[in-house]
């Protein structure tokens, strides 16, 4: 069962992050469905209280067969008798390999052979508490709770090879121009600057058809996400309201590096994205105001730090990327993706530490280790206000102040 | 010693009567508060709230016809006006017009000191209950965070209160020069020292220093409060000015305890001339 759960974690935030944008059309339609046996529950069920630890050692081959046993499990619950071999989960790992390497690197390469799969691990918990699914989906719930959180947290270092061939380079980057142009990117735009565009634009290399070069990338990341919600759907008559408030938290890197074996081009090839910090703080506020349906998005924080490079041979370019000087003077940004222009926002405010410890109790030691590890390995430190300065400066000037009124007050009868 | 050839002005008793008493001092700040230009005080920082309202309105209307449809944040934007009439009404509450401070003794001076904090603070509770009033007729939401920026701001009148009385024992326009002390010459200060000049860490500044953007930064993440440091923002990145709700409120208080030990001080000297 446990094993399942790493495919439906994945689908669970492409799910998530693609029906934001389709709420718009459902929105009118969400409280009459009976919502018990969509698929949004099915995998809110399947991620409650859930751990995934998968250990890959030296071996390669022991690594290998872990990646058959994974894929093979889910086949064969979904479609019935199809097994994979590990000739085939090589080609399998190689050709996602290869997928990332068109976008970030260059079209051109095909995989081609000799997968590697090294030491490494990806652990991800997940914990919904049962009331918060007992309310989605619409049935009595026995505990009133106002307010919902979920905790999600991932920690992943994988390292991967394989070997691939080129049917001719001649320019490698990135190829973002077909970015959808919409509120929320143009707003991107302003909030994030990078000192260096240019890097964006990758650069010029020459190699020839049937050059093959050894590819490896390296991925880390650390991410903790929680979710709070405030929702009246279900307990009063008025106009109903949910409020998602979404903390995102993650830090790690992304490397990518070619080296060739054969054929000419540049010896080397490498390219990274170095994420120091991303902060993320939104809420996601949909409201039916009499015919009208309002979501809106707000901001509460959003930081990233992190820096982009990308290098062949001698060749080397690199730009950090950072928000912008006005990201920091306007936090609580409301960008209203439809609806009235002035919405009603709800305050979805954090848990309280009483029902923290309710939940944490509620759930397996490895989910509560694994979703702490993610959060104090992003947790923002510069946030902690050290309190002991000012304390004692405001100690002393207090003691400075009354003992000249003092001696004043009784220094004039001497 | 060092004999200087200033003398502070001493008590010309045709002009000031010099004022004794906890009791009529206390009076005297709370008329000085409720004066008719107080009054007037009260309904300007009303109207520059409600037009505050008004340009958020105009602003969101500007965006949305270039086709971003970013709200801008209300409250924000209202809490703005906040400082400069804190220290507009703390400072009124302190002075008498055109004088020197006349209140005598210890006793006297603690009187003034009291009345003009509490009439400072009372009439910005007008204010206060525009900017809940809007934001529940726009919103339909009041946030907490308006009690913990009104005790912040009773805070920052004290210190201003006590700043001001301290400034009028020598100089009779205290007002004027508390205002460009709390707005201009302490966030510029501020400036240099931190973002700009990266000497110590803004985090750590206002650990020491209280500035008045703190007030409107509760609950409205830092934008400031009108001071030079947010115009500082256009030449140096500033992050938003830490806040911390004991830390704003005993700062400034302590803060006040030394000026206003200054202010007895000064003011005995300039009574045994």
């Known amino acids: ?414 | 010693m060092y004999e200087s050839n200033y003398r502070a002005p001493a008590f010309d008793e045709n002009a000031e009567a010099p004022e004794v008493g906890f009791r009529d001092n206390f009076v005297i700040s709370l008329k000085n508060a409720f004066s008719v230009r107080g009054i007037i005080g009260m309904v300007a920082s009303v109207i520059t709230i409600l037009v505050l309202v008004y340009l958020q309105d105009y602003l969101n209307g500007l965006l949305a016809e270039r086709g971003t449809p970013i709200s801008l944040p209300l409250l924000t934007l209202m809490m703005i006006a906040i400082p400069v009439w804190t220290v507009a009404n703390a400072s009124r509450a302190s002075l008498k017009k055109k004088q020197l401070l006349n209140a005598s003794e210890t006793a006297g001076i603690l009187g003034r000191y009291v009345g003009a904090v509490l009439g400072a603070t009372l009439t910005m509770i007008p204010a206060f209950a525009t900017i809940i009033i809007c934001m529940f007729v726009i919103k339909g939401i009041v946030p907490m965070a308006i009690l913990e920026s009104f005790a912040v701001m009773a805070a920052f009148s004290a210190l201003v209160c006590a700043m001001t009385m301290m400034f009028n024992t020598r100089v009779k326009m205290a007002g004027a020069l508390t205002f460009l002390v709390v707005f201009v010459i302490v966030p510029l200060l501020v400036f240099l020292i931190g973002p700009f000049m990266g000497l110590l860490d803004l985090g750590t500044i206002c650990g020491v220093i209280p500035l008045v953007d703190t007030i409107s930064a509760i609950g409205t993440n830092g934008f400031g409060g009108l001071t030079v440091l947010m115009l500082c923002t256009l030449l140096a990145p500033v992050s938003s000015v830490p806040t911390d709700l004991i830390v704003d409120i005993l700062l400034p208080v302590s803060w006040a305890l030394v000026f206003l030990g200054l202010t007895v001080f000064l003011q005995f000297r300039r009574e045994n001339q």
């Open chain 1, 1 to 414: 069962m446990n094993k399942k759960i790493l495919a439906l974690l994945l689908v669970f935030m492409m799910a998530f992050t693609a029906t934001l944008p389709a709420v718009q059309a459902d929105a009118d339609d969400e409280e009459d469905n009976d919502l018990s046996d969509s698929i949004i529950i099915k995998i809110l069920e399947a991620i409650h209280n859930k751990s995934y630890t998968v250990e890959l050692t030296d071996d390669h081959a022991a690594n290998r067969a872990i990646i058959v046993d994974l894929i093979n499990s889910v086949l064969s619950s979904e479609s019935g008798g199809i097994a994979i071999t590990e000739e085939f989960a090589d080609i399998l790992v190689g050709y996602y390999a290869t997928m990332v390497l068109k976008y970030v690197v260059s079209g051109d390469f095909e995989y081609n052979g000799g997968t590697d799969i090294d030491a490494g691990y990806v652990k991800a918990a997940s914990d919904i508490p049962q009331y918060m699914i007992d309310l989605i989906s619409g049935k009595d719930t026995e505990v009133d709770y106002s307010k919902m959180f979920a905790e999600c947290g991932l920690s992943i270092d994988l390292n991967l090879g394989c070997d691939v061939n080129t049917d001719g380079l001649d320019h490698i980057g990135l190829d973002i121009n077909d970015m959808e142009s919409s509120p929320i990117s143009s707003l991107l735009t302003a909030l994030i600057g990078t000192d260096n565009p240019d890097a964006f634009n990758g650069m010029d290399v020459v190699a020839e058809d049937g050059s093959i070069y050894s590819a490896s990338a390296n991925l880390k990341l650390l991410t903790y996400l929680g979710i709070f919600a405030d929702s009246n759907i279900g307990k009063t008559d008025k106009d109903p309201y949910a409020a998602l408030r979404i903390v995102l938290n993650a830090n790690g890197k992304f490397g990518e590096s070619l080296n060739r074996i054969s054929g000419t081009g540049p010896e080397s090839i490498r390219t990274g994205l170095e994420l120091n910090n991303l902060s993320l703080d939104l809420v996601v506020d949909i409201a039916k105001n009499g015919s009208k349906t309002n979501i809106s998005l707000t901001i509460n924080k959003a930081l990233i730090d992190a820096k982009y490079y990308i290098g062949a041979d001698g060749d080397y370019k690199e730009t950090a990327i950072h928000n912008s000087n006005l990201m920091a003077m306007v936090n609580e940004t409301t960008i209203v993706v439809s609806g009235d222009r002035n919405p009603v926002t709800h305050e979805v405010s954090i848990i309280t530490d009483a029902e923290m410890a309710k939940a944490r109790a509620d759930r397996s030691q490895t989910v509560n280790d694994i979703i702490d590890e993610a959060k104090d390995g992003t947790e923002n430190e510069t946030e902690e206000i050290d309190r002991t300065i000012p304390l004692i400066v405001s100690a002393v000037l207090a003691i400075v102040g009354i003992a000249v009124i003092s001696a004043v007050k009784f220094g004039k009868k001497y």
